[in-house]
């Protein structure tokens, strides 16, 4: 049976609809596809872009804690390093101070006279020695002198042996200074330094950390004590 122009027309419709449909739904596939895939890699676009912003603050903020770090550490150093300043010229006032004193106890005749006994005498014993000589001031020569006479005794009685002492009359000690003696042995080799700013130089040595305590007090982060 032969189909009428009308069948044929019908099926061509039929069909030209079953096409645009398959292609309607093959199109939407198409644009779902694409639309997740784009959102996919929008996803990890923006991710990524995340991690590297995140990263970079997370640097920047490491970096700001570090000069902060610097500059607290500098800032203490600074003021650590003007604390230690102030304490040095503080201590150092004291043994100008000190020094001063020393120089106005050389104008008293009799206490620098007994001061004198005592240093020469302590002379004599450092070195133990037969021959001695006694540099002192130009000024304190006969106060020397003096002193040599009333210690020799006590030297030789202590030890029992004689002493010769000699005052250098060639090479005194600078006048400027605030007093005392150097006594050396008979080479000259062996040198017993007893001026007044050398004893008070050793006695600031040795009482430097008691003197410490008593101007700022104990270091509480000091284990020992010398």
Do not use: W
């Not at 609809?17 to 694409?34: N, P």
């Not at 008293?108 to 005592?118: I, K, M, N, R, V």
Request: net charge neutral; proline share 2%; aromatic share 6%.
């Amino acid at each position: 049976m032969a189909l009428t122009d009308a069948d044929v027309q019908k099926q061509i419709k039929h069909m030209m609809g079953f096409i645009v449909q398959e292609a309607s739904e093959k199109v939407e596939e198409i644009d779902a596809k694409a639309e997740e895939e784009f959102n996919i890699e929008k996803g990890r676009l923006v991710q990524t872009q995340r991690v590297k912003i995140m990263g970079y603050f997370e640097k920047k903020e490491k970096q700001i804690e570090q000069h902060k770090k610097v500059q607290m550490s500098n800032l203490l150093n600074q003021a650590r390093l003007k604390v230690l300043k102030a304490r040095d010229d503080m201590i150092t006032d004291l043994l100008n101070e000190a020094r001063q004193r020393l120089a106005e106890i050389a104008k008293d005749p009799a206490s620098y006279s007994t001061l004198l006994e005592g240093l020469v005498l302590q002379g004599f014993y450092q070195l133990l020695e037969h021959k001695v000589t006694i540099r002192c001031r130009q000024q304190d020569v006969e106060m020397v002198q003096a002193a040599v006479d009333k210690v020799s005794p006590i030297y030789k009685e202590a030890v029992k042996k004689n002493i010769v002492v000699k005052i250098d009359l060639e090479r005194f000690l600078p006048s400027g200074i605030c007093g005392g003696v150097e006594v050396y042995n008979d080479n000259g080799k062996i040198k017993v330094s007893n001026t007044l700013e050398n004893r008070l130089e050793l006695m600031a040595q040795q009482m430097m950390p008691e003197i410490k305590v008593d101007l700022f007090g104990a270091n509480l982060n000091r284990k020992f004590t010398d």
